[in-house]
T-cell receptor, first 113, second 110 residues
Framework: DAEITQSPRHKITETGRQVTLACHQT?????MFWYRQDLGHGLRLIHY???????NKGEVSDGYSVSRSNTEDLPLTLESAASSQTSVYFC????????????FGPGTRLTVL | RKEVEQDPGPFNVPEGATVAFNCTYS??????FFWYRQDCRKEPKLLMS???SGNEDGRFTAQLNRASQYISLLIRDSKLSDSATYLC???????????FGAGTTVTVRA
């Protein structure tokens, strides 16, 4: 069955380290998104991509980067992890711009000490 | 001001009860509206889209009021399995990005 996966599911790291969270989908969706979810906030968009080699900044992109070298993967990199980046990270995908439903991965719980 | 605001609840209701809650959105140009459901520590999943004329999906009824810029969700005959956080989601057509509310928590008790 087609799916969207994230790894690792849990990660503890130290301030200043570079961290990469993986997102992989097998639906052949064009659009992929990264969100973070914190208590008291809705999901906030970090970065998104509408296709291979396309990347765009979301509302909370500072300190994060993404690259899209193929359809299936959109890895999220924290260049120098900060305690403020402790959060639950969700990856999502959708078929194309006009298709509204986004399918979410199971999430990665990241703790920065 | 947040783009999408919701009463966080929790709404504690007995099985079989009806529960309703709203969310408000700030951008009058918003074009598409949805309710997502999120179970504890799990990923959000689409519950239903919200259409201008209102729509039902089984025990769930969604309404849109563009003039007052709010969306509502009503759950009839609540089941234990309806216990979850319900996320109000809004999309601006021109950028196709989704804006999420922080969620309304519903707990259905036996």
């Amino acid at each position: 069955d087609a799916e969207i996966t994230q790894s690792p599911r849990h990660k503890i790291t130290e301030t200043g380290r570079q961290v990469t969270l993986a997102c992989h989908q097998t639906w052949n969706h064009n659009n992929m998104f990264w969100y973070r979810q914190d208590l008291g906030h809705g999901l906030r968009l970090i970065h998104y991509s509408y296709g291979v080699q396309d990347t765009n900044k979301g509302e909370v992109s500072d300190g994060y980067s993404v690259s899209r070298s193929n359809t299936e993967d959109l890895p999220l990199t924290l260049e120098s992890a900060a305690s403020s980046q402790t959060s639950v990270y969700f990856c999502a995908s959708s078929f194309d711009k006009s298709y509204n439903e986004q399918f979410f991965g199971p999430g990665t719980r990241l703790t920065v000490l | 001001r947040k783009e999408v605001e919701q009463d966080p609840g929790p709404f504690n209701v007995p099985e079989g009860a009806t529960v309703a809650f709203n969310c408000t959105y700030s951008n009058s140009a918003s074009q598409s509206f949805f309710w997502y459901r999120q179970d504890c520590r799990k990923e959000p999943k689409l519950l239903m889209s919200v259409y201008s004329s209102g729509n039902e999906d089984g025990r769930f009824t969604a309404q849109l009021n563009r003039a007052s810029q709010y969306i509502s969700l009503l759950i009839r005959d609540s089941k234990l399995s309806d216990s979850a956080t319900y996320l109000c989601v809004v999309m601006l057509r021109e950028d196709y990005k989704l804006s999420f509310g922080a969620g309304t928590t519903v707990t259905v008790r036996a």
